[in-house]
């Protein structure tokens, strides 16, 4: 018997800069909404969205992932649209383009020390991208879950 179930998370970015007229030293581009569709009863969903983190100054940055959670603020939690059941998930990090090796859990609102940023092309378009933000929902949190819709808005910063 299959659930339906179909988690969408949102995605959202925003630069840093230190100095008041300084243009930003450290961007992430290239950043898209996951949709993790709808699970089929037996494994974790999972998303990955390679993306560009650029550094005018080195490649070494820091970055901070943050949801707009209401039942259970500071956690990563998904939420129905009624925001009355949620659902635990994780947040990865690698810093390379592809997850596995390097990658890290982030952790609501900590900040974390990566590299691998670009420092010459600010999209990557001149070479590969330069991190990868994953999401996963683990099919045990999923089993008593009642059938819906449910979402999350994570915002990614990253600082220098």
């Not at 230190?18 to 898209?32: F, N, W, Y």
């Not at 699970?39 to 070494?60: E, H, I, L």
């Not at 859990?105 to 590969?128: I, K, M, P, W």
Request: hydrophobic share 35%; aromatic share 8%.
């Amino acid at each position: 018997m299959k659930k339906w179930l179909v988690f969408l998370v949102f995605l959202s970015c925003f630069p840093f800069h230190e100095g008041q007229a300084a243009p930003p030293l450290v961007r992430i581009t290239g950043i898209d909404d996951l949709n993790l569709g709808t699970w089929d009863v037996s494994s974790d969903m999972t998303g990955n969205d390679p993306v560009c983190v650029y550094n005018t100054r080195a490649a070494t940055y820091r970055v901070t992932a943050t949801d707009n959670s209401t039942i259970e603020p500071g956690q990563f939690r998904l939420e129905n649209t009624e925001r009355t059941v949620q659902i635990p998930y994780t947040v990865q990090w690698a810093e390379t383009a592809s997850p596995g090796t390097g990658t890290v859990e982030l952790q609501d609102g900590v900040v974390y020390g990566a590299g691998g940023a670009n420092t010459l092309d600010e999209t990557c378009r001149s070479g590969e991208l330069s991190a990868n933000l994953g999401i996963t929902v683990a099919a045990v949190d999923m089993q008593t879950l009642p059938a819906g819709t449910y979402t999350a808005t994570v915002t990614i910063g990253v600082t220098p």
